[in-house]
């Protein structure tokens, strides 16, 4: 008896002395729970990019697929909105290659395109040169959301000051050319002053944009870069042409992108300078699908007109980059 209890003592001894160890030792997970893997953590991360992309992905589906795919539909049926809609084929294709106003539109968009992307850039980037020059940096500030401040505004409305500014008897443009012994000019009635017109007014309101691409760009460009040009000798023109133009042609390359685009697409100033005129001097196509669908109710030939300036706008973007790949320097 005095042998067993002893060993029953012992053994309680040992428990104890055991026990905290025990406590203090990390339990082992079952071997079949499911542990995290690599692969679980990639679809998490996966599943809440999707969450945050979701909202924007909507939003390029119905406000841009679907109309383009509605476009495109729209452009093969005769349709007025009052009767139904009737299949037509390619005739309202065949209908816009005939009609001479059409043509003219496209021709005049691609002139104003080159011109006024042309004078955009050029004068964005001389203005950028000159702001990023030596000058305190509040008067920097300003001149930054001067430059800007266009933008921001209706292009209908400044279209109409613009129409007061420009009239040939009482504008203030030609008296301020009368100061200097210059004849009135004739900017809204003739045709060459009508598309001079609009494509003052339209650099003048969207010169900004391409303004501020470039002041960050040249922002970008290393300081030590100049001054190493500096120091063999570039100056003045001769050192942006060698050396602020190559590096600053990723930034060109966005600019003119985006203005191409939009000087494609340009609808408010001629339409409320000139409507267009005189005759179809500043007739542009977005115009010409505005009067053919909603003057007119001709949605279909509309919608056909509205596929062609799609096609051109992808094709001229396509090009661009296509050339890209030999003018476009990356650091």
Do not use: C
């Not at 025990?22 to 690599?38: I, M, S």
């Not at 939003?59 to 299949?87: C, E, K, R």
């Not at 009239?167 to 900017?187: H, M, S």
């Not at 697409?265 to 409320?272: D, M, S």
């Amino acid at each position: 008896m005095t042998t067993n209890s002893q060993a029953n003592t012992e053994a309680n001894s040992q428990a104890d002395t055991q026990a905290p160890a025990a406590r203090r030792r990390p339990a082992t997970p079952p071997a079949d729970a499911p542990r995290p893997t690599a692969q679980t953590s990639t679809r998490s991360t996966r599943l809440l990019a999707a969450l945050f992309l979701a909202p924007t992905i909507v939003g390029i589906v119905i406000f841009t697929v679907v109309p383009i795919v509605g476009s495109v539909v729209l452009s093969l049926f005769h349709w007025n909105v009052i009767d139904d809609p009737s299949f037509a084929g390619t005739a309202n294709y065949r209908e816009v290659f005939a009609d001479s106003t059409v043509l003219v539109s496209f021709r005049n968009t691609l002139v104003f395109m080159v011109l006024a992307v042309a004078l955009q850039l050029l004068i964005a980037l001389a203005l950028a040169l000159a702001v990023n020059g030596r000058m305190p940096m509040w008067l920097r500030s300003v001149f930054r959301s001067a430059f800007f401040f266009p933008l921001v505004l209706s292009a209908a409305s400044i279209s109409v000051v613009m129409k007061y500014l420009f009239n040939q008897d009482f504008g203030v443009v030609n008296w301020l050319l009368g100061l200097v012994g210059i004849a009135p000019v004739p900017w809204l009635t003739s045709e060459n002053g009508a598309m001079a017109a609009v494509i003052l007014v339209y650099v003048w309101q969207q010169f900004g944009f391409s303004f501020l691409l470039f002041v960050g760009g040249l922002n970008n460009i290393p300081k030590e870069i100049h001054e190493a040009a500096s120091l063999d000798g570039a100056t003045g023109l001769r050192k942006h042409l060698a050396v602020t133009l190559p590096l600053l042609s990723p930034t060109l390359l966005v600019a003119s992108v985006v203005g191409i685009i939009n000087a494609l697409q340009v609808f408010e100033q001629p339409y409320v300078l000139t409507n267009g005129g005189p005759g179809d001097s500043t007739r542009t196509v977005v115009m010409v699908i505005y009067e053919t669908a909603f003057e007119q109710l001709r949605f279909g030939p509309a919608s056909a007109v509205g596929v062609l300036l799609f096609v051109l706008i992808m094709a001229v973007t396509a090009l661009q980059f296509r050339l890209s790949r030999r003018f476009v320097h990356y650091q």
